[in-house]
């Protein structure tokens, strides 16, 4: 059974860069979309992007000048960073997979960065 | 980009009975919908896609119906479990955007 892993600092200083990255166990890496969605605290959820495991990735125009997505299928791994972040980057930030550019049904369990100095 | 919209934003229901939740687009999605259920410190589960089809092993009481700018996911007879957020999202134009929630309560 898949499983999705994020991991990274829990606290970001303002105007430094959240990285974040998402593991994946018992399943393929390959041939799958990977997606990174945010939900700051008792709001809604917010598509940052999305990767297709071979490297071709889309980010949301309001966070694109910030972001860039990866992934490496040698570690079965996607990766996050988010530069100059402020308190509006504060969220649950989740990875998920999906078999084609849709509607992900796999995703991690997220994890929380709060941007405080 | 697009404007979802959910109504309401809680709905009040009790064990058993029916839920209808409601979705707006700000233009047309086509069938690009999906709705997902999320518990507090849960991540969300996909439960309908393209609109009307359920995702794996959601079950048969979860339904969606609708296309174009007005959705609808009616749960059929609510049990304990089912009380959550339910929110939509379109994917049919970059960037895909989720409406806010429907928080179903007892």
């Known amino acids: 059974q898949v499983q999705l892993q994020e991991s990274g600092p829990g606290l970001v200083k303002p105007s430094e860069t959240l990285s974040l990255t998402c593991t994946v166990s018992?399943?393929?890496?390959?041939?799958?979309?990977w997606s990174w969605i945010r939900q700051p605290p008792g709001k809604g959820l917010e598509y940052i992007g999305y990767i297709y495991y071979s490297g071709s990735a889309n980010y949301n125009p309001s966070l694109e000048s910030r972001v860039t997505i990866s992934a490496d299928t040698s570690k079965n791994q996607s990766s996050l960073k988010l530069s100059s972040v402020t308190a509006a980057d504060t969220a649950v930030y989740y990875c998920?997979?999906?078999?084609?550019?849709?509607?992900?049904?796999?995703w991690g369990l997220g994890t929380t960065v709060t941007v405080s100095s | 980009e697009i404007v979802m919209t959910q109504s309401p934003a809680t709905l009040s229901v009790s064990p058993g009975e029916r839920a209808t939740l409601s979705c707006r687009a700000s233009?047309?999605?086509?069938?690009?919908l999906a709705w997902y259920q999320q518990k507090p410190g849960q991540p969300p589960r996909l439960l309908i896609y393209g609109a009307s089809t359920r995702a794996t092993g959601i079950p048969a009481r979860f339904s969606g119906s609708g296309s174009g700018t007005e959705f609808t996911l009616t749960i059929s007879r609510l049990q304990s479990e089912d009380f959550a957020v339910y929110s939509c999202q379109q994917y049919n134009n970059w960037p895909w955007t989720f409406g806010q929630g429907t928080k179903v309560e007892i």
């Open positions: 233009q047309s999605v086509s069938s690009n």
């Open positions: 998920a997979r999906a078999g084609i550019a849709g509607p992900p049904p796999v």
């Open positions: 018992g399943g393929s890496f390959s041939n799958y979309y």
